[in-house]
Every structure is written in structure tokens, then in C-alpha cells.
């Protein structure tokens, strides 16, 4: 006998769980690609694309996953022989430094490691012996998926300001747009990317990159862009059928209207990311309380420096690989497995909290990782629960 039969809950980070009002949006003949209802359609996407970045600047829209996105911005901006600095905490930033050596670019790597954000004191120290100005670009994921670190944007381009370098400013948010607080243009970031997949509660398969004037005019240099790649056709098109570089992903585009719709119009941008945080806070305050009489610990310390999108979680001994497996045999809640996590991936797993979740979702992802706990004489504080149902219900 097994209690997982039934709805199998996805908590992974990405793809996200997708609200069934997309999904039902999706499920449509195809329309025509050239006029009417969908050129119409997309003609009101991209402004609310901009909306949640909080940008005035452009963004092109790519049928792609996430790194899609990276090459997008990497080939738009850059040339052969070009620098970059690379601020690693955790898999996803150092990946895009190795796609772009893949390129022909030279990427300068401070890793930071998978326990800590950016140490804005030695990127100080990177940029001011950059006396020649030789690096491009500083590349940095907001929130990085595989530690779950949320890295402080306005600080790094703080950082650039006072060093008086001026290189271009990127941002990642693939885990986090939609679910962590970004500022695109208050915070001067000159190029961001994004997916369909997380915090747009859209299925993957859609990439997005914004940029600002800065990075259009490095577009004028780049000797990296192709034709498939070139941003400059997807944001100002004669054709429509020149934003996609060919055909559209129409369904696709169908479930993002309606995605949007939930987060601008009927629930607004501002309280989505308070959700979030609330949401967060309750499964960080289950895992203190469990591991009060455990070995186990979230993978940030410090919890200004968690991201509210994913929580990356070290159990110790084993028994995240443990707890993973109990769970979608015994609960029907299916964990992230570790990314990076070299050293003991078998003590680690990973939580999405991202998008379309709510209370309950949280609150069953909890309460089922209590049991799975007990089941497995796995040590724990047994309060946990309890814990972060008084954080959910003192937010209410």
C-alpha cells in the first residue's frame, strides 16, 4: 500500500507547478500565424513582460530553454577575444562563463562557492586592477537554482558605479522573476534573462532577454550574433513573423497571456513577490525548527540571502537522497535532486516554491517531509510544522 496515489505534486525549482487556467489556454487549435488574434495578443504581451522586470528598456522573446536565453545575450553583446567576469555562487552562473569560453570569450571566474552570495569587497578588487578596462560584462544570477543564494543586484551595480568601470551589468533570474523583488531599470541593470518556466507559470520552452541602451549599443560590436540569435528583428519586426525568427510558438503564447493576466491584473506584482516571501519564510522556519534535534541545515545561513523562489537543503548523512525517494514513493511529492553539490550529493535535495503556490501546497510539501522524517528515524525537532503553520497563519 502506498499513500502517493492520487495528484503527484512537482516541488521541484522549474518547471513549476502551471495554474490549470494556462494550461486550458493552451489547449487550442492552431490559429493563423500572420494576422488577427495572435499578432494581436502578442502586441499586449511584451508590454506586460516589461511590467514584471519593471523595465521601460526592450526584451526578445526566443523559443528556447534558458540557456537559449544566455547565448541570446552573450552572441548580441560580445565579440572573440572579449573579457567577462563571472561571479559564481553555485552552478548556474559558472555555466554561463563556460558557454561563453565555448564562444571565444575569456571569462575571469571568482567562485564564491555554494554557501555565500557575492562578496562585493573582491568584485571591488577585480574591477579596480581592470585599469585598462578590458572586462565587458558582469555576470551574475540573481537567484542562483542549484544553491538557492539570492545575490543583491542593486549592490553589484553599486559596486560598478563606485569602481567607475563600465562594463555591462547582466543579470539571470531565470529561478526567481515573478518571485523575488527585481528592478530592472532602478536597479541599472543593463541585460537580463529569463524563462517561461518558473515564476510565469508557463511550461518551458520560451526564453527572454531584456536589455537597455547600453547593451543595444554593444550590439553594434558584437561579432558573435547570428541571424537566429540577432535581438534587433524580435523587438522591432516589420512582420510579426519576424519576432519569433519564424513561427511562433502559439500555445505557448496562449498560456503566458493568461500567466500574466493572474500576476499583473488579478493579484498584482507586488503582493505575488509578499506570497512568495511568506511562503519562503514558513519552510525556512520548519527546516530551524526540525533541525534543532538533527543534523540537518538550509544550505543559506543567513536568510536575507535566501531566495524566495527555492530552498536548497543539506540533511546530512545521506538522507536527502533518503528523504527524496520516500517521498514520491510514499507521498506522491516529487523533491529536487542537488546540482553542484559534488562533495555529498546524496545529503542534499532541493524545494520550488515558485509561481503558482499557495499555502496549502507549502504547508502538504512540509507536512509530508515531516513524516517521511519519522518513517525514516531521520532526527528532527517534531515542531517543525507547527512552526511554519504559526509563520503562515501570523502573515494571514
Known sequence: ????????????????????????????????????????????????????????????????????????????????????????????????????????????????????????????????????????????????????VKNDILALRQTLDAAGHPALLFSDNIACLGCDAFEMDAWGVDLMVTGSQKGLMTPPGMGFVYYGPKAEAARDRADLVTSYWDWRPRTDPDIFYKYFCGTAPTHHLYGLRVALDMILKEEGLEHVWDRHATLARAIWTAFETWGQSGAMRLNIA???????????????????ARLRDWMIAEAGVTLGVPLGMDDAPEDYFRIGHMGHVNAQMVLGVLGSLQAGMSALQIAHNPNGLSAAAEAISGAA
Open 302 to 320: 543567513e536568510a536575507d540571502k535566501r531566495s524566495n523562489a527555492v530552498t536548497t537543503v543539506n540533511m546530512g548523512g545521506g538522507n536527502g
Open 1 to 148: 500500500m502506498s499513500l502517493a496515489n492520487g495528484r503527484h505534486y512537482l516541488a521541484i525549482p522549474g518547471p513549476s507547478v502551471m495554474p490549470d487556467r494556462v494550461l486550458q489556454a493552451m489547449h487550442r487549435p492552431a490559429p493563423n500565424i500572420y494576422t488577427g488574434e495572435l499578432v494581436d495578443m502578442v502586441a499586449t504581451i511584451v508590454p506586460d513582460l516589461k511590467a514584471v522586470a519593471r523595465t521601460e528598456h526592450n526584451v526578445a522573446m526566443y523559443i528556447c530553454n534558458g540557456h537559449g536565453a544566455w547565448e541570446a545575450a552573450l552572441t548580441n553583446t560580445l565579440s572573440r577575444g572579449d573579457k567577462i567576469l563571472i561571479l559564481g555562487t553555485g552552478r548556474f552562473c559558472l555555466g554561463w562563463g563556460e558557454m561563453a569560453t565555448a564562444l571565444g570569450v575569456e571569462a575571469q571566474v571568482i567562485d564564491f562557492g555554494q554557501t555565500a552570495d557575492i562578496d562585493m569587497a573582491r568584485v571591488a578588487e577585480a574591477l579596480a586592477a581592470d585599469k585598462a578596462h578590458e572586462i565587458k560584462a558582469v555576470l551574475a544570477v540573481q537567484v542562483d537554482t542549484s544553491t538557492s
